[in-house]
């Protein structure tokens, strides 16, 4: 989040509908392309084809086909405006994974023909406190989000990734390692970036105890990268059904969530917990099963916390609440090696895209095993 309450995988706020940064002027170096996807209009319209214009390439522009891109929670919030910032027509999209096609004048990192990604950013101030030191999704001047966001440059909104094609900076385009097939690389650039900055960051290791609240997209990555870090992991979920599935993923117990004789019995046990839960829901019986100094990290929330946190659960035990979003640029192209590496996968749903609002409802009902990933393929037909 930034100052102007920038909302996950999402714009900047300016409460004014302002232009948040001074728009940069850039000569265009060919023409614009002509570019498919599937946008809302409205909050309450379903997604709908549209046909837009991608900019021309500027110099350090990628061109790329987009192949694959994964259908996050965040689309939904942002789709249906839930967090009161979205612009519209709004495209989704910001687990893409593709291919180069073109690239501009100045481009050196990227060829025709490789495999890449892009995921929650597509530009940032590059000269803040944040941006040095590689955390542009916390740059002072806000990140400029792959969808419902001006462009630094020529103020247009930002289009994501339910389409056929996208332009960005070379900057903010990561390489998929050779070992990752392309749509199970998808997710890996929000769901994974997301579960993933925050283990790393707060130091999770060997013999930790860890729990996941919630098993969608980024909860079943958090089990997987936990796991790979050495923790002992718990799945937190409502869901009974989920416990036999939550054990492949990795987890090594399973807690129903709505059980309070569970959550008494799994009192302070806890170091970590990593919270995807995307709704209001009470904090206090989470916290109660840290152990003090316990961290509990919000990555699925950015409303107000209801019901109320009592201050008690923090205080009696040094425990830590706290936040995460995403991650930045090089931990996003180190969690993709990381995949590579420990052979992670996500689990994946292929979905035609023409039944993207169907893949809505059935996410909001918990029904996906993990990931909708869209081939785009399926906007051709
Ligand atoms: P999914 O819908 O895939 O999964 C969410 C999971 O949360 C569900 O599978 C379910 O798990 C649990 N859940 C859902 N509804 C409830 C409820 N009413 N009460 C308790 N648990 C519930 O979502 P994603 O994984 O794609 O995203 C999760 C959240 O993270 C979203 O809010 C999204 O916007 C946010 N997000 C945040 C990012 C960040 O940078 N901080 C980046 C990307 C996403 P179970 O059935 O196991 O209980
Ligand atoms: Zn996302």
Known sequence: MTGGGMAVGSAPAP?????????????????????????????????????????????????????YCGVCHSDIHQARNEWGIAVYPLMPGHEIVGRVTAVGAEV??????????VGCMVDSCQHCDACRADLEQYCLEGPTMTYATPDRIDGSNTMGGYSNSIVVSERFVLRIPAALDLPGAAPILCAGITTYSPLKHYGVKPGDRVGILGMGGLGHMGIKFAKAMGAEVTLFTRSQSKAEEARRQGADHVIVSTDPAQMQAAAEQFDFLLDTIPVQHDLNPYLQTLKFDGVHILVGLIEPVDPALHAANLVMKRRVLAGSLIGGIAETQEVLEFCAEHDIRCDIEMLDIRHINEAYSRMIAGDVKYRFVIDMATLKG
């Open 15 to 67: 409460a004014d509908n302002a232009q948040p940064y001074p728009l940069k002027r850039f000569t265009e170096v060919s023409s614009m392309y002509t570019a498919i996807g599937y946008a809302a209009q409205s909050a309450t319209a379903p997604l709908a084809p549209m046909t837009f214009q991608r900019r021309a390439l500027r110099p350090d522009d990628v061109a790329i086909e987009i192949l």
């Open 108 to 117: 050196s990192r990227y060829r025709v023909g490789d495999n890449v990604g």
